[in-house]
């Protein structure tokens, strides 16, 4: 069997308004996409596109008004650690450890003390922050923050790990430095990641696919394989070409929605 | 270390304007007492245990006390601050409770326990308990909704969900409703303790009064002040400290 092709997620027609105090926010329309095992795919689009709805409705935070979600198979209900989602904001617990975070998840699944701990001092390394291992999270920067939340991410072993602009807050600098970690990380591990970005150098860097998505209602516009060979450097010459190629579908979209926004204003 | 000599200084000074006051028998002595006169009754009164008897019985009576009222507010607290349903209906209601003074609880607790140790607890109880329940109702309803989807996403549910993750959420308003909870519950139990023959604190100060004894009055006002400091700055203040350096809130 071809491990390449085992389909992970399948979405059918996703459909999803959200209801403002006036007028109804049409905010997905009729998604269908397929994920593979394995795959990074990148979730990429202007502002109020729905992608970070989309994640939310692949994490079962959000329920879809129409359409199914099904992951090996079988219907997303409602939250669970097999689809641990990264936001963009760290999301650590201020009242724990770095390890402390790092083992959360891994004691809701009843992961046993000394294993959990081991496991978690194994991802911090990976991260390279066993440094920091008994600190607390305010001591943190920004950057080392997304590296703990990452570390927590992969220590529960999630089957898809869903990443919603993880980056995005951080400087650039560091921003680079945890785009390359993670391409690393997804090298050895393989793990299925969803990734939502706005940023096109970013999504062409990290994924093997690049979604697409177009605004008001969010539709998928363009399925894009990305076959350059890895690692992936950030400003080389086939970099360029494609993000430059994916900025292209992508500014017809932006220009829209800065047309609606300043017409609405 | 210059900032503890200062302070010193500032309570020597004090005691000698006190002194000095007294010297000028402005009142009788036996309205206003010169501080050695207190302190030589504070020394007997601790020598001869009826003080540390006092400190004794007032202690168990609030232990009591305040351990009912923080085991009953926070789980209605958390009620209150998991479900929508109470918060629109009993929250008001306890936000009214809270403002009455825990004085005015004493004729109703005297009618229905009678002047005994019962009526005590009562009041306490009703002093500190509302406070407890809105500072956790509060502490819940604030937890960032981020940090309850990070912990679904986590596969955090039921049980484990409010242990590990709502009440250390919640605590540091947890924490603050405790130490609030606790002086409004020191302050009815004095209050309490004056009514009759209870052996503590409050009954002795109030027997300084029936004695005319008033250097025993400002003895056991020394120790009630003291004792309460030393409950809020050690035991609460400890607490918080801790938390706010983990929470890195000092910073802020």
């Known amino acids: 069997m071809n491990l390449d092709r085992i389909m992970k997620l399948r979405l059918a027609g996703v459909s999803k308004t959200f209801l403002g105090r006036k007028n109804r926010v049409p905010a997905l329309e009729d998604i269908s996409l397929e994920v593979q095992k394995g795959e990074f795919v990148c979730l990429i689009g202007p502002s109020g596109c729905g992608k970070s709805t989309l994640l939310n409705i692949i994490a079962g935070l959000t329920q879809p008004d129409r359409g199914s979600v099904l992951m090996d198979g079988h219907p997303i209900r409602e939250p669970g650690p097999d689809r641990v989602v990264m936001f963009q904001d760290h999301a650590l617990f201020p009242w724990l450890t770095v390890l402390g975070n790092v083992e959360f998840g891994m004691k809701m699944k009843g992961v046993p003390k000394e294993k959990r701990r081991?496991?978690?001092?194994?991802?911090?390394?990976?991260?390279?922050?066993?440094?920091?291992?008994?600190?607390?999270?305010?001591?943190?920067?920004?950057?080392m923050k997304q590296r703990v939340a990452l570390a927590r991410a992969l220590s529960i072993n999630p089957d898809i790990l869903l990443m919603d602009e993880p980056f995005c807050a951080l400087d650039a600098q560091s921003?680079?430095?945890?785009?390359?970690?993670?391409?690393?990380?997804?090298s050895l591990t393989r793990k299925t990641i969803v990734f939502v970005t706005h940023n096109v150098r970013e999504a062409v860097?990290?994924?093997?696919?690049?979604?697409?998505?177009?605004?008001?209602?969010?539709?998928?516009?363009?399925?894009?394989?990305?076959?350059?060979?890895?690692?992936?450097?950030l400003g080389s010459l086939e970099m360029i070409k494609v993000t430059n190629m994916v900025m292209q579908e992508l500014r017809g979209e932006i220009e829209t929605v800065l047309k609606e926004e300043l017409h609405d204003a | 270390m210059r900032s503890a000599v200062r302070v010193m200084l500032f309570y020597v000074l004090l005691l000698l304007i006190?002194?000095?006051?007294?010297?000028?028998?402005?009142?009788?002595?036996?309205?206003?007492?010169?501080?050695?006169?207190?302190?030589?009754?504070?020394?007997a009164g601790l020598c001869?245990?009826?003080?540390?008897?006092?400190?004794?019985?007032?202690?168990?009576?609030?232990?009591?006390?305040?351990?009912?009222?923080?085991?009953?507010?926070?789980?209605?607290?958390?009620?209150?601050?998991?479900?929508?349903?109470?918060d629109g209906t009993i929250g008001p209601l306890l936000n009214g409770l809270r403002s009455l003074?825990?004085?005015?609880?004493?004729?109703?607790?005297?009618?229905?326990?009678?002047?005994?140790?019962?009526?005590?607890?009562?009041?306490?109880?009703?002093?500190?308990?509302?406070?407890?329940?809105?500072?956790?109702?509060?502490?819940?309803?604030?937890?960032?909704?981020?940090?309850l989807r990070a912990a679904s996403t986590m596969g955090a549910r039921g049980l484990k969900r409010f242990w590990y993750v709502i009440i250390p959420a919640a605590l540091p308003s947890i924490i603050t409703g405790m130490k609030l909870g606790w002086s409004f519950a020191w302050r009815s139990l004095m209050a309490g303790e004056m009514l009759y023959v209870s052996l503590g604190l409050g009954h002795l100060l109030m027997m300084g009064r029936e004695l005319n004894d008033i250097s025993q009055m400002f003895?056991?006002?020394?120790?009630?002040?003291?004792?309460?400091?030393?409950?809020?700055?050690?035991?609460?203040?400890?607490?918080?400290?801790?938390?706010?350096?983990?929470?890195?809130l000092n910073a802020l």
């Open chain 1, 118 to 143: 081991a496991l978690a001092q194994e991802f911090l390394r990976m991260v390279h922050l066993t440094a920091f291992q008994h600190a607390y999270t305010h001591e943190l920067s920004g950057g």
């Open chain 1, 175 to 186: 921003r680079e430095i945890l785009q390359a970690e993670l391409q690393e990380i997804w």
């Open chain 1, 205 to 233: 860097y990290l994924g093997n696919r690049v979604v697409v998505m177009s605004a008001r209602p969010g539709r998928i516009k363009k399925d894009i394989a990305i076959d350059l060979p890895r690692p992936r450097r």
């Open chain 2, 18 to 43: 006190w002194e000095g006051i007294f010297r000028l028998r402005l009142w009788p002595a036996f309205l206003f007492p010169s501080p050695l006169q207190v302190f030589r009754t504070l020394a």
């Open chain 2, 48 to 86: 001869d245990t009826t003080y540390l008897i006092g400190i004794g019985v007032s202690m168990q009576r609030i232990l009591l006390g305040f351990g009912i009222s923080l085991a009953l507010g926070i789980v209605v607290g958390f009620c209150i601050g998991s479900f929508k349903i109470l």
């Open chain 2, 101 to 147: 003074p825990s004085i005015c609880w004493f004729p109703l607790g005297l009618l229905w326990f009678g002047l005994n140790e019962n009526a005590i607890n009562f009041v306490v109880i009703m002093g500190a308990a509302f406070c407890i329940t809105l500072a956790t109702d509060d502490g819940v309803k604030n937890i960032p909704p981020l940090y």
């Open chain 2, 219 to 248: 003895a056991v006002m020394l120790v009630i002040m003291v004792l309460g400091l030393i409950v809020d700055k050690v035991v609460f203040g400890l607490m918080e400290r801790e938390m706010r350096v983990r929470w890195g």
